[in-house]
Protein backbone atom coordinates (compact mmCIF):
# COMPACT_ATOMS: atom_id res chain seq x y z
CA UNK A 1 0.00 0.00 0.00
CA UNK A 2 2.83 1.97 0.94
CA UNK A 3 4.27 1.85 -2.47
CA UNK A 4 1.14 2.67 -4.22
CA UNK A 5 0.80 6.14 -2.06
CA UNK A 6 4.57 7.35 -3.08
CA UNK A 7 3.83 6.43 -6.89
CA UNK A 8 0.23 8.34 -6.88
CA UNK A 9 2.09 11.38 -5.23
CA UNK A 10 4.66 11.27 -7.70
CA UNK A 11 2.33 11.14 -10.20
CA UNK A 12 0.73 14.48 -8.80
CA UNK A 13 4.05 15.84 -8.36
CA UNK A 14 6.27 15.18 -11.57
CA UNK A 15 3.68 16.89 -13.78
CA UNK A 16 3.35 19.91 -11.58
CA UNK A 17 7.08 19.87 -11.63
CA UNK A 18 7.20 20.35 -15.15
CA UNK A 19 4.71 22.27 -15.93
CA UNK A 20 6.20 25.02 -12.99
CA UNK A 21 9.51 24.79 -14.60
CA UNK A 22 8.15 26.03 -17.81
CA UNK A 23 5.81 28.42 -16.42
CA UNK A 24 8.34 30.07 -14.34
CA UNK A 25 11.18 29.77 -16.83
CA UNK A 26 9.23 31.25 -19.77
CA UNK A 27 8.95 34.45 -17.62
CA UNK A 28 12.50 35.09 -17.08
CA UNK A 29 15.12 36.37 -19.91
CA UNK A 30 17.88 34.40 -18.27
CA UNK A 31 19.96 31.27 -17.72
CA UNK A 32 19.43 31.24 -14.48
CA UNK A 33 17.30 28.26 -13.65
CA UNK A 34 14.83 30.21 -12.07
CA UNK A 35 12.07 26.75 -12.50
CA UNK A 36 13.85 25.13 -10.95
CA UNK A 37 14.53 27.14 -8.26
CA UNK A 38 10.85 27.51 -7.81
CA UNK A 39 10.17 23.61 -7.68
CA UNK A 40 12.91 22.81 -5.19
CA UNK A 41 12.37 25.73 -2.63
CA UNK A 42 8.26 24.96 -2.57
CA UNK A 43 9.14 21.39 -2.78
CA UNK A 44 11.03 21.95 0.91
CA UNK A 45 8.60 24.05 2.31
CA UNK A 46 5.91 20.97 2.08
CA UNK A 47 8.20 18.81 3.09
CA UNK A 48 9.07 21.32 6.15
CA UNK A 49 5.24 21.83 6.93
CA UNK A 50 4.29 17.93 6.61
CA UNK A 51 7.39 16.49 8.68
CA UNK A 52 6.17 19.46 11.62
CA UNK A 53 2.71 17.91 11.70
CA UNK A 54 0.82 14.90 12.80
CA UNK A 55 0.73 12.97 9.76
CA UNK A 56 0.63 9.56 9.55
CA UNK A 57 2.65 7.54 7.57
CA UNK A 58 0.24 7.07 4.26
CA UNK A 59 0.19 10.96 4.42
CA UNK A 60 4.02 11.14 4.55
CA UNK A 61 4.17 7.89 1.90
CA UNK A 62 2.26 10.31 -0.60
CA UNK A 63 2.72 13.93 -0.07
CA UNK A 64 6.51 13.69 1.45
CA UNK A 65 8.62 10.90 -0.35
CA UNK A 66 5.96 10.78 -3.25
CA UNK A 67 4.82 14.19 -4.11
CA UNK A 68 8.20 16.09 -2.93
CA UNK A 69 10.32 13.55 -4.07
CA UNK A 70 8.94 14.01 -7.65
CA UNK A 71 8.14 18.29 -7.65
CA UNK A 72 11.59 18.97 -6.34
CA UNK A 73 14.48 17.52 -8.40
CA UNK A 74 17.95 17.58 -7.02
CA UNK A 75 19.09 15.85 -9.60
CA UNK A 76 18.20 18.96 -12.50
CA UNK A 77 19.69 20.80 -10.32
CA UNK A 78 23.10 19.36 -9.82
CA UNK A 79 22.75 19.11 -13.76
CA UNK A 80 21.74 22.78 -14.44
CA UNK A 81 24.74 24.05 -12.11
CA UNK A 82 27.18 21.90 -13.77
CA UNK A 83 26.33 23.61 -17.15
CA UNK A 84 26.50 26.64 -15.98
CA UNK A 85 30.00 26.22 -15.14
CA UNK A 86 30.68 24.88 -18.25
CA UNK A 87 29.08 27.23 -20.20
CA UNK A 88 31.13 30.24 -18.64
CA UNK A 89 28.63 31.20 -16.18
CA UNK A 90 30.18 30.13 -13.31
CA UNK A 91 29.16 33.24 -11.27
CA UNK A 92 25.42 32.19 -11.66
CA UNK A 93 26.76 28.47 -10.98
CA UNK A 94 27.78 29.78 -7.69
CA UNK A 95 24.89 31.78 -7.17
CA UNK A 96 22.48 29.26 -7.89
CA UNK A 97 24.60 26.28 -5.65
CA UNK A 98 24.17 28.58 -2.67
CA UNK A 99 20.85 30.35 -3.06
CA UNK A 100 19.17 26.51 -3.63
CA UNK A 101 20.86 25.21 -0.53
CA UNK A 102 20.00 28.51 1.77
CA UNK A 103 16.37 28.66 0.38
CA UNK A 104 15.98 25.38 0.71
CA UNK A 105 16.71 25.28 3.86
CA UNK A 106 14.93 28.32 5.21
CA UNK A 107 11.92 27.18 3.32
CA UNK A 108 11.70 23.88 5.25
CA UNK A 109 12.03 25.76 8.67
CA UNK A 110 9.50 28.24 7.46
CA UNK A 111 7.11 25.35 6.24
CA UNK A 112 7.85 23.64 9.88
CA UNK A 113 7.38 27.05 11.85
CA UNK A 114 4.16 27.92 9.85
CA UNK A 115 3.21 23.76 10.96
CA UNK A 116 4.04 24.71 14.38
CA UNK A 117 1.61 27.54 14.63
CA UNK A 118 -1.22 25.88 13.59
CA UNK A 119 -3.74 25.02 15.82
CA UNK A 120 -3.49 21.82 17.45
CA UNK A 121 0.11 20.90 16.78
Do not use: K
Amino acid sequence: MTLLLIALGAAAGAPLRYLTDRAVQARHDSVFPWGTFTVNVAGSFILGLLAALPVDGGVMAFAGTGFCGALSTYSTFGYETLRLAETGARSYALLNAAASIAAGLGAAYCGMVVAQALPGT
